[in-house]
């Protein structure tokens, strides 16, 4: 196994480059604090998920730039043979690409040829399913001192040898017995393993844990919400969040999950974690009496020695919406009022861009970056949002906006100090309709959360005169605060973002366009039609002189929850890895995916209106987080085109598993097989309706 950066063995022009790539990376066994310190000085790598530690994704790299992005072509191509989404933001080192898929299996990839080089699945218990919110996906891996970390789906930390994928050890990071799971990126500080998890929609408590990155060893956990008082509290930290919460809290889990965003300033030493919303969603079912729920949606800064709180600032105060703040956090040093500030920047999903000393946690600016209807302001003296009467009425439905996906999810924005614009992917999705499953319980999908479809109440038809949703890439100055210039795009759904050096700024789409924009002024300027959906960022490092861009694309995560009719194309697909450089001539054979025409219904029901009414309940309860609202395809297959033999063996793969190896979940203790005839009687009304030509 060779990882010497053929840079380093090919004495060719550009020997400046060929001294400053070999200096550091020579070895991946010596990839270390200092590398990761001085990534940005190494463009040809991306050696952390955000590319460097203040996570700007902003690469030097400027052969593919504006004047010769027509020469852009495809590389090469690796199936990865599955259909679900794809999330990761692949590592490079030394011309090896370190990437996962779905199910948290891990990939070792030649980067300039695509050869595999290993794979690791670590084995995921593909029958517990039904307890992941967002689909199978795993937002990708770090890597240190020659070891590559992956978090799986089952809560799981594994350390693997880059050179040959052998395990090196794995840790349990979560209690098993609960609905937590891992879908984010592990980061790297000061020798220790950094990782969070999911499960707030679930009922759980979140917590974010730092691991020996030689033994996989715990050193420091820190929870971001209260426990149960009886059995103490951790920290000061967390005997002061008590006071903002009241009831019986701790029996819903809480929330506040670490899923996504963990970044390390190795100058300040400290550790910034975004966390999530409450368990259950309603402030009136956590904490009965109000309170502002602390470290619910909140930014922290910890020590990273201890894991010690030193700041807090939460952004959705007593959260009722799923306003998460775990989407990615942005370090950079900024020229604002005359001064410098080290600031942390965050587009949370309540739509709100927030700019922080984050030095201090001290409140320096926001402003809206999408279309709201929750808040009416900012208070800006604290930084409090001016909650709006409408956003909320106990555990009636409301109106509001952003919807529960967030005006950004955790799709990564990225930085160019070229232009000082930050490029964030955002939703404008105006509204929702909402209220609680008043029979909650944990565990189980669908009843902890209350986007309910089945509502047919007045605030209905209001709902549906509100103008379409939009997806668009903006440019944000955030100094000013305020938009340079925005890209309405043809669907709601766009995914990360990388800008570089080239005055170039990629992202791709859900209907699977990848396309390149002009960083100063957002001109369309380069496109290429990867086959499906796009939802990860991609990510560029240079090999023998040679710029190359690589991303992983696949539909599904959580473009399969938010897929109802009339919110644009969406292109599902086999999920791939793409590579590509300037004069690439390969073309992109793509196995056939879609279905080339309407459904026709396998079978006739001949259910009462009745029967299909309760099975379109249930179905919307248990089925459309995966299949899709109204059994229109979401992320997984769409059941109005399933067969006759599937149909005949529905009970089956319903209620006993006998798909659980694809990932099908068995629901045999929640549904009885009444209940499952309903729903598949629900799924051939759909099947019926859809195969009717359409009405002129
Ligand atoms: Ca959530």
Redesign the pocket.
Known sequence: MHFTSLSCLLPLLGMLLFVAGCERTREPARIDDISLARADSDPANWLMYGRTYDEQRFSPLDEINETTIARLGLLWAHELGDTRGLEATPLVVNGAIFTTGSWSVVYAIDAATGQIRWTYDPGVDRTRARIH?CDAVNRGVAFYRGKVFVGSLDGRLLALDAATGNRVWETITVDKAKPYSITGAPRIARGMVLIGNAG??MGVRGYVSAYDEETGKLIWRTYTVPGDPSLGFESEAIAEAAKTWSGRWWEGGGGGTVWDAIVYDPELDLVYAGT??GSPWYRDLRSPGGGDNLYLSSIIALRANDGTQVWHFQTTPGDNW?F?ATQPLMLADLEIGGRRRKVIMQAPKNGFFYVLDRVSGEFISAKPFASITWATGIDPSTGRPIESPTAYDGLNPVLASPD?SGAHNWHPMAFSPLTGLVYLPVRDRTTFLHRPDRKWRPSVFGRNIGIDIRYDGPLLQEWLSQPPPVGRLVAWDPVAQAARWTVDHPVLMSGGVLATAGNLVFQGLSDGMLVAYRATDGAKLWKFDAGTGIMAPPVTYRIANKQYLTLMVGWGGDMGLINPPGLGPVKPGFARVLTFALDGTATLSAPVFAHSGPPRPALKTNATAATIKEGRALYDTFCFNCHGIAAVAGALPDLRYMTAGAHSRFEGIVLRGERQSLGMPSFGDVLTPGQARAIQSYILSRAAESSAPPRR
Request: glycine share 12%; with cysteine; aromatic share 0%.
């Open positions: 919110c707030a929609e999530g919303n799923d998460t529960p």
